[in-house]
């Protein structure tokens, strides 16, 4: 399909300050307008897809993901965290080390995958992201040993392309206040931004999180920000507040993702973070084999909790577009629809009903709830796979031909028919 045209949705483009009905045409891969509907010339032979009552959005970026199944044994298939859920691009977080990365590409460039898959680095000449933490098990997470820096950053230059950057796991190996790990990867890093998250790894010493928070520059990251006992709230004596270390990160320009996973979001830290003024800069799932029926479930699902905790839907959607492609440094190519752009668009639903969402610690009831109906990939539609009856399951990814008029809002009417969600204690395994 070289030729489509997304028409009469609410198109919201938070880079571009647009959130209006539009269709968005798109010809040979690439956005050629937006434009309200029925009006100007269209490409010969487009597919026309109705997007009536939907709301139609730059390409969705997840910020935070685990997909390279055999490297990391709680991977998901990239189009299972990706276009399955209308999500065109995902980035990997740090399952593979340096060695192993050539393998990572080699997997998400087959043909077997079609989200377009980029990635953060571990560091380190070896690490696998396993549900055991066996990097950590057997202590190579925090051997010297395991860190060649001018390999690394060999490797970063030879995969400029979809390397954005560096998932530091910060052990400590002496010194519990210094991770030559984070201060390694800061030393060759230049523009590329370091992702560390909150809280602890098993069987390997590492910086506490308000450290880690204050050895970061302006531009990294913080995911897992919202969890739970991180160390970030603490008692005024008047109330709740926040570390001056955190609050001095955050003026300086440390980013916070969300990094759901199965353990480390908690609606009652996010509640009291952004009572404080401290949103969320970026969404992301931390997506992987134990936490994807639940409570994590999608990107869109977790966007739909932070919708729910008050914030405004733009703001939401920005936290998955316009803020993700920054983060990553990719504002140019990704985060927006201009037009020149590659088509990726994402199409989701507003669900109205009383909807549980759960944390995995806490569920709340909300009327609202964004559901993937598709998403265009480089040009390419994929009607999403997840949340559809029973009847409409699909064997393979469905694209539609050119020509053929589609009514995406059949594709996700099965939402009441996805898997009983109950209140669970994901295994801190889950996190990565």
Known sequence: MTNVILAGGRVIDPARGLDLVADVVCADGRIRSVKPPDTGPHPAGATVIDCTGLLVTPGLIDLHTHVYPGLGDFCVHPDRAGVDVGVPVVVDGGTSGVRTFGLARAFTESEAVRTRV???????????????????????????????????????????????????????????????????????????????????????????????????????????????????????GIGRAVDPRFAAAVEAGVRLDVG???????????????????????????????????????LPETMSKIWALGVDLVDVIAMVTANSAAAIGRGDELGTLDVGRDAEVSVLRVETGDFELTDGFETVRHPRRLAPVGCLRAGVWYKSREQLTSHEQLTSHEQLTPGRTAAPRDAAVGAAHRPPRSVRHASAAASG
């Not at 990097?135 to 395991?146: S, V």
């Not at 010194?175 to 809280?199: N, T």
């Not at 050895?215 to 005024?236: K, N």
């Open 260 to 298: 759901h996973s199965g353990s480390d979001f908690r609606f009652a830290a996010a509640r009291a973070l952004l009572d404080l003024g401290y949103p969320p800069t970026t969404i992301s799932t931390d997506l992987n084999l134990f936490n994807m029926s639940g409570p994590v479930w999608s």
């Open 118 to 236: 980029l990635a953060f680095l571990d560091p380190c000449l070896l690490y696998l992201a396993t549900k055991d933490f066996i990097a950590h098990r057997l202590e190579i997470a925090n051997d010297p040993r395991n860190l060649d820096l001018d390999a690394t950053a060999a490797t970063v230059d030879e995969h400029r392309d979809m390397i954005v950057g560096f998932k530091v796991r910060a052990t400590t190996t002496g010194d519990p206040r210094h991770s030559p790990f984070l201060e390694g990867a800061k030393s060759i890093a230049g523009d590329l931004p370091i992702m560390v998250h909150l809280g602890r790894y098993p069987h390997t010493p590492s910086l506490a999180n308000l450290d880690a928070i204050t050895a970061l520059r302006p531009g990294d990251i913080v995911t897992h920000a919202f969890r739970g006992h991180s160390g970030i709230l603490v008692d005024s």
